[in-house]
């Protein structure tokens, strides 16, 4: 199956500070990948959709100018939380979608973002 | 716009008991139906899938669904629960050109 990795998979940082999290498809393209963040014991939520090659689509709610999304190769998407602050404490995962007719979704490993 | 219902939060069962999540859809058209595990502070890992065909349709570690098209469900089952399957199961519906909605989740217990 495709496989997606996702880096860092834990970091810890100071408030105020920014953080970069890679997602990478490993086998195959994604022209279209997802963030989305995770509370404890709680569903996914969906920020963004990530285009390769143009500017990412927002969830309403989410803040564009503190999670900067770039998708810049058809294998790498990556999510920045600029002045991280102790509420952006989340776990964080990507998704590439495989080109299908099915719109399947393969998800990375997640991140685990505490902010100090 | 397609969407998911997953009835019961959270699910648990005796080791050796039979798994039943529960899971619903609502889409216009004929839909592709997902179940996805996650474990403890990892990501959502593909179980089955349902897209055309076959309306049984069975997946990794035992599990199997059935698509019902006329009860809208996509019910994921397990004769007989292991203490490994504790994890939280999200069933997810995708249709062409549109994409994937996830329920809410449902956290499995497996007590000894």
């Known amino acids: 199956g495709a496989v997606v990795s996702q880096h860092p998979s834990r970091v810890i940082c100071k408030s105020g500070t920014s953080v970069k999290i890679e997602c990478r498809s490993l086998?195959?393209?994604?022209?279209?990948m997802f963030w989305y963040r995770q509370f404890p014991k709680q569903s996914l939520m969906l920020m963004a959709t990530?285009?390769?090659?143009?500017?990412?689509?927002?969830e309403q709610g989410v803040e564009k100018d503190k999670f900067l999304i770039n998708h810049a190769s058809l294998t790498l998407s990556t999510l920045t939380v600029t002045s991280a602050h102790p509420e952006d404490s989340s776990f964080y995962i990507c998704?590439?979608?495989?080109?299908?007719?099915?719109?399947?979704?393969?998800f990375g490993p997640g991140t685990r973002l505490t902010v100090l | 716009a397609q969407s998911v219902t997953q009835l019961g939060s959270h699910v648990s069962v005796s080791e050796g008991a039979l798994v039943l999540l529960r899971c619903n859809y609502s889409?216009?058209?004929?839909?592709?139906l997902f179940w996805y595990v996650q474990y403890p502070n990892q990501g959502l890992q593909l179980l089955l899938k349902?897209?055309?065909?076959?309306?049984l349709v069975k997946g990794i570690n035992g599990f199997e669904a059935e698509f019902k098209k006329s009860e809208t469900s996509f019910h994921l089952t397990k004769p007989s629960a292991h203490m490994s399957d504790a994890a939280e199961y999200f069933c997810?519906?995708?249709?062409?050109?549109?994409?994937?909605?996830f329920g809410a989740g449902t956290r499995l217990t497996v007590k000894p």
């Open positions: 998704s590439a979608r495989v080109v299908s007719p099915y719109n399947e979704q393969f």
């Open positions: 086998d195959f393209q994604a022209t279209t």
């Open positions: 990530s285009n390769e090659g143009s500017k990412a689509t927002y």
């Open positions: 889409s216009s058209v004929p839909p592709y």
């Open positions: 349902y897209t055309t065909g076959a309306t």
């Open positions: 997810a519906v995708s249709e062409r050109n549109n994409d994937m909605r």
